[in-house]
């Protein structure tokens, strides 16, 4: 899967077409990353609102760039950052998974691990740029590689969470909304379009 560098066309979108059950991975050369329930479905803007699409984008083409395969999953049954890229990482070939909130919280995380623990976590969401997206996805794929890659840098600001707290806990429950108990993760593919310009008047 080829993706473009280029981050300029903010009218974007995305869908993702279902593919089936999500399996666990035979190749030690991909990364997969999880989405939670809400992700670009009820939501399609982290909390800063920066557009799903683009950081889709991004994550794959970090994992691109470093000649690693990347798959995508859906996680329906939990809304907890920690089970999503768990979840990732038991069904990737390489023991490597992303995972992803619909506010932009990420984490990447390693098989053998325990779901509690993870390999780098990204908590703060308003301070995650699309730069720090591609990071996070070529770091993933590091690890796919057998590499051990220097964590992303973040930006760090102290009033970052009270400043953001009542909209991300607004958030997180609309999330929580949209989980299907006992849904088995399945496999999506991602679809990229580009929003028609406005006719002249």
Known sequence: ????????????TMSFTEIGPAQRGSR?????????????????QTIVNIPHAEVIRQILAGIEEQEVAA??????????????????????????GIGILSRGTSMIHQRDLPRLSSLELFPQCPLLT??????????????????SPQPVPTLNDQMARPRWQAKAALLHLKETEQIS????????????????PAALS
């Open 1 to 12: 899967m080829t993706v473009p560098s280029t981050t300029s066309d903010a009218q974007r």
């Open 130 to 147: 699309l730069e720090t997206y591609r990071n996070i996805g070529s770091n993933a794929a590091q690890y796919a590689k057998g590499e």
């Open 71 to 96: 798959r995508v999953i859906r996680v329906r049954h939990s809304s907890d950052l920690a089970v999503v890229a768990h979840t990732a990482a038991k069904l990737s070939g390489s023991g490597i």
């Open 181 to 196: 108990k006992g849904a088995k993760p399945v496999e999506v593919q991602a679809e990229f379009s580009s929003a028609a």
């Open 28 to 44: 030690s050369d991909e990364v997969v990353l999880a989405v939670s329930p809400a992700f670009a479905d009820f939501f399609t």
